[in-house]
């Protein structure tokens, strides 16, 4: 949090001494962070190598070791505020039997009372939380208007359909910009935390841009805990993506909805206008097609591409990553979200390190990356990479052609099966081309083997293998059939 809040300070144009006054963090520390977001920042932005990218995405949004010895608790707790309030209401209940009266206990007697309860906070902080509990006043609403790019507000909501006859529930992941008019919305199948940044990464980059302040409500998503009445505990991964690309976090008051109205109004807005006449249809595919159309037409009157010429600059996309240990069976192979995915053979029966995206999986030991994999959407299903077996093949070639990693590359299968599993020798040759060019992609493989079958050499010793291969059958029928006329023969003399 503190390091979130430095950066956007210093984002703000603010000086490291008007940060130290606001944040009361020391001027070295802010300048510390300052300068590794500033080179982190640069870098990322001089590499196009998806890896680092990552790797730098990751350092941006670390966060920061303290030192937490001679941390003391907060003391406004939820338990003081409770008893307060019991208080407080005692004393209303005193003051409608008694009527009138000089008996009412003062702010002082209030605060003896939680410090003989064994409460630890001061009679000044308690004089203040009274005040804001015995306000009672009708709330104002003040209409807002807001210039390009200041606001962006999400929520989610939920809608039914009924797809190839059976009802399914969906939900709404909606973006609204105030100052353009402009609603957006995805559709997802639950509010998870992959979700709720999914989607507002697929609309950065949709718009080609980010607001600098996105308004959200206490969702668990964004307040993962509630400190006393008005201070909230934000979600870490959140707190990482406003970091990442530059925008301010503002949570709405609890049961506040009116502090967010355009996306309350979006939601319903979007929800009726496209699903309310048209919710059956004969497939998901068909669905998405329908929503996004539609979607279309409903801002044509908005200004979000003259908004987009304000957005702050965009950086490459950024994909939170989940990290996870893992342990690397006898067949190579470790087990994510209840799908295999293979790792090079020498990693059998050790521990691995697995960054987990929306998309993708990366691999690491020691710190060091290992491999990579798309991610799988089924489950109980493998992703197996034929180099991480390589120098296993060459030791058991019989293995090869049965093998799972040969099968799921139909095209490499049927070239070995034509051409190189004639005999283990033949069987060597084709895992060693694939070694000697492993850091080709396997489609540069493929066109690798195509080139070397169609030379002459290849051609001869397959149509040499051939005629071996026609010569021992046709030996060996004639052998059946002079067995068969000798069996016959003899039955004849019987």
Known sequence: MQKHTIIELKLEKKSDREVNRITGTSRRIIAKYWKEYQLQTKQLENTTNKLEQKELQDKITTEPKYNSTNRTRKKYTEEIEKRLIDILKEEV?????????KQALTKRQIHEILKNEGYDISETLVSIEINKLRQIHSECFIRQEYEYADRLEYDFGEFKAIINGIKKIYYLAVM???????????????????????????????????WKEIVYDNMKNVVTKFIGKNEKELNEDLIKLSLYYGFKINVTNCYSGNEKGSVEGGVKYIRNKIFAKYYNFPSEEIMFQYFESELIKLNE????????????????????????????????????????????????????????????????INNEFVCSHKKIDGSGERKINIKHYLNTFLTKPGALKNSLALKSIPELKSIYDEYYSINSEETK???????????????????????????????????????????????LTRNQTSMYNQMMLGRKEN
């Open 93 to 101: 209940k005193k003051k409608h039997v008694l009527g009138p009266n």
């Open 429 to 475: 040759k084709f895992i060693n081309i694939i070694k000697n060019n492993i850091d080709k992609e396997i489609q540069e493989i493929i066109t690798i083997f195509m080139s070397k079958i169609n030379s002459p050499d290849i051609i001869n010793k397959q149509i040499e293998s051939k005629l071996k291969a026609k010569e021992i059958v046709q030996r």
């Open 301 to 364: 009157g908005s200004k979000i591409i003259e908004e987009r010429k304000y957005l702050l600059p965009l950086k490459p996309k950024y994909e939170l990553a989940e990290i996870k240990t893992c342990n690397v069976d006898t067949y190579s192979l470790i087990r994510v979200d209840n799908n295999f995915y293979s790792v090079p053979e020498y990693l059998v029966n050790k521990e691995v390190i697995a960054k987990i995206y929306l998309e993708d999986i990366y691999i690491y």
């Open 176 to 210: 609204v910009s105030p100052a353009s008019d402009y609603r957006w919305a995805y559709i997802y199948k639950n509010t998870k935390k992959k979700v709720f940044m999914d989607s507002q990464v697929k609309f950065f980059h949709q718009n080609g841009g980010i």
